[in-house]
């Protein structure tokens, strides 16, 4: 399980993609919810206010069929006593004639429940329909009675259609004939009202479902934008990273080139020169031994001093490899050190000036700096023809400050500018990047200032004994 989770562990690439996309994909997930809620809500109050208007425009079909209807027997009523029972039977009939449509139709029901006139469904006559409740368990004879009693006024409940048989909500209204103790009414299906709202609605999720799928397709299209966009740019910085690996690597084998070219010339001019010198000393050291000669102890002697030069010689090319004051004393002897042998080797005047520092360098710096000493003292040696060196290495607030100057022509003589920098140039800037520190290189005819720069995080407390002083 363990092995499956490191299987499919995300990249790190993959991982700031996810970060990258995941606020995008949220806040639209939080646009989409609120628009879809938003449009959800303005929709059902449109089709609220559509069915209000069009349930409406029935009640009012129905209070004008009822006054034509009420027109059609209001003589015969008015005339009548409340018990004429020719008046009733007129007035039945003429409601029973009267239909509409393919459902309407005119009822009447007295107030005990029974109905007298159902055209449509005549099974409904002469029968009491009290306590009669639709499939929703609403009231309606008794509701319709009690609507009458009052003067009138309208009532929804399901009931059947006359032509199909088929249970649907009708809206009717109804008067009393208060005289008689009759309800007279009509009423009127509204399953196209339903139809109408249905249809409504069915638009609205239509278009809900539309609008996420534009926001769904605009959200893949960014996601899409974002992941290509980083996955260009990723591509043109991996590029970059692998000329700057293969231009950092160069310069590595031309430096580890240039050092060794420098030990075997070294090697070559003075140690091998010297030990061909010992070599020819003794051996004419031993001839003149061999014939009793006085004169070889003193080539032998000559040969021991070639002999002790060649020792200093391979010691002074192992302190610049590698010097061990560094290591034993610290910064600022190997520093005094390294002045005084270039001074000794060059005729060059360098005048070397240094304070106690109050916390040490850790072993990182003290190398950096001594390194970036050495790659200047040569640059000078090489370039400059300045008769006089500077060296001076402080503590400051900000770290460790050491500074190199020269009164040679500077850097902007020749084919070596400041703009274009050499090799070793590059590797004091480099060493000082890997120690977040500064190098500054000021260069004129009058000569060139090297400072370097130490931040205070590689300096050790005092109290640290793990690392030499500086």
Not at 166 to 181: C, I, N, P, T
Not at 224 to 239: E, H, M
Not at 407 to 431: C, K
Request: a positive charge.
């Amino acid at each position: 399980m363990g092995q499956d989770g490191a299987r499919f562990r995300p990249s790190y690439r993959l991982t700031v993609y996810l970060l990258a996309t995941l606020p995008l994909i949220v806040a639209v997930a939080a646009i989409t919810g609120i628009v879809a809620m938003q449009a959800r809500q303005t929709s059902d109050r449109e089709i609220a206010a559509l069915e209000a208007a069009l349930i409406d425009a029935k009640k009012a079909e129905l209070r004008n069929y009822l006054s034509m209807a009420r027109t059609a027997f209001g003589i015969v009523y008015g005339n009548a006593r409340p018990d004429d029972a020719r008046a009733k039977l007129e007035v039945a009939q003429t409601m029973a004639a009267m239909v509409y449509g393919r459902e309407g139709h005119f009822f009447i029901y007295d107030y005990d429940g029974t109905n007298i006139v159902s055209p449509r469904q005549t099974w409904l006559i002469n029968r009491n329909w009290r306590g009669l409740a639709d499939r929703q368990g609403t009231p309606v004879v008794d509701r319709l009675i009690e609507l009458a009693r009052e003067g009138g006024g309208y009532h929804s409940y399901y009931w059947p259609k006359p032509s199909t048989g088929e249970e649907a909500l009708m809206v009717a209204y109804v008067q009393g004939l208060q005289d008689w103790r009759w309800v007279v009414g009509t009423g009127i299906f509204i399953d196209d009202v339903q139809a109408v709202v249905g249809a409504a609605r069915s638009e609205v999720e239509a278009r809900v479902r539309a609008t996420f799928a534009w926001i769904g397709g605009i959200t893949l299209a960014a996601v899409l934008a974002v992941f290509g966009s980083g996955l260009v740019v990723n591509i043109r910085q991996r590029r970059l990273a692998d000329a700057k690996l293969k231009a950092l690597t160069q310069r590595v084998l031309d430096t580890q080139e240039a050092e060794r070219a420098r030990v075997a010339r070294e090697l070559h001019d003075s140690i091998s020169q010297m030990l061909v010198g010992v070599r020819y000393a003794l051996e004419l050291a031993r001839r003149r031994l061999s014939k009793g000669d006085a004169g070889g102890a003193e080539t032998l002697t000559q040969g021991i001093d070639h002999l002790n030069g060649a020792i200093q010689e391979v010691r002074r090319i192992s302190r610049d490899l590698r010097p061990g004051v560094l290591d034993d004393l610290g910064l600022g002897p190997a520093l005094q050190g390294l002045a005084e042998d270039f001074g000794r080797r060059t005729g060059i005047v360098v005048e070397f000036e240094t304070n106690p520092f109050r916390n040490r360098l850790d072993k990182n710096a003290k190398i950096a700096l001594y390194r970036i000493a050495q790659e200047a003292l040569t640059n000078i040696e090489r370039h400059s023809g300045a008769t006089r060196v500077r060296i001076l290495v402080r503590g400051t607030r900000d770290g460790a400050v050491m500074r190199i100057e020269d009164n040679g022509r500077g850097m902007t003589q020749g084919n070596r500018t400041a703009e274009v920098p050499g090799l070793g140039l590059r590797n004091m800037a480099e060493r000082m990047e890997q120690l977040d520190g500064t190098l500054r290189i000021l260069s004129s005819r009058d000569g060139t200032m090297i400072e370097a720069t130490v931040p205070l995080t590689h300096m050790l407390p005092p109290g640290n004994t793990s690392e030499a002083r500086a």
